[in-house]
């Protein structure tokens, strides 16, 4: 079973392109290589496949990344499932985890939610995506300065406050401040509870 993600750039023809995509590809690349693991495609839309271990905090980090950026933001739909055929392009390979992820991606267009999740199974689901509307009320409201540190922890997990603090040259306790303000501690107790029920399908 693995997790496929698509998602497009929300306002992306109102931001500095080059900007946002080199960011996204630069985060895409730590993950594996393009177009086997991930590709952007039509402009604005990204697919890319993970474990589905990994596939919260995946997520999270694309959303911190793109949300470090003014104006912009990004609505991702979270597959789960098998892959039938693996092709040498992501956008050719097909499988359940696929075929959930694309069609969410229609959906989540159209009912104005940011994320969400298509399992196999509609209990998981329910409870997934009960939990993805509340934590993303959340998300969406992410300053720049929030997102960015978000994405630090993401990034780097055994970053100290003091670390932080030197790398966005602000105080420590402006560093806690600004974790509290986005419920660090409930977000990595959030990506817990996800794995758990994941695991569970």
């Not at 109102?14 to 960011?23: K, L």
Request: hydrophobic content about 40%; some cysteine; proline content about 0%.
């Amino acid at each position: 079973m693995i997790a496929v993600i698509t998602g497009d750039i929300i306002n992306s023809q109102h931001a500095d392109t080059e900007v946002w995509i080199t960011r996204l590809k630069n985060l895409l690349e730590n993950w594996g290589s393009s177009p086997l693991a991930w590709e952007i495609y039509r402009g604005d839309e990204f697919q890319f496949k993970c474990s589905i271990d990994e596939v919260f905090w995946r997520f999270l980090a694309i959303k911190s990344l793109i949300r470090s950026q003014e104006n912009l933001d990004v609505r991702i739909a979270i597959g789960i499932g098998e892959e039938n055929f693996s092709s040498e392009k992501i956008t050719e390979s097909n499988g359940t985890a696929y075929v959930h992820s694309g069609r969410l991606l229609n959906d989540l267009k159209s009912d104005g939610h940011t994320v969400s999740i298509k399992t196999s199974n509609e209990a998981v689901d329910r409870d997934l995506n009960i939990l993805l509307k509340w934590s993303s009320k959340d998300f969406d409201s992410w300053t720049v300065a929030t997102a960015e540190i978000i994405h630090e922890m993401i990034m780097n997990q055994d970053l100290t406050q003091e670390d932080l603090a030197r790398k966005f040259a602000i105080s420590q306790s402006s560093v806690s401040q600004r974790l509290k303000r986005a419920n660090y501690e409930l977000i990595v107790e959030t990506n817990q509870y996800f794995r758990k029920k994941i695991s569970e399908l």
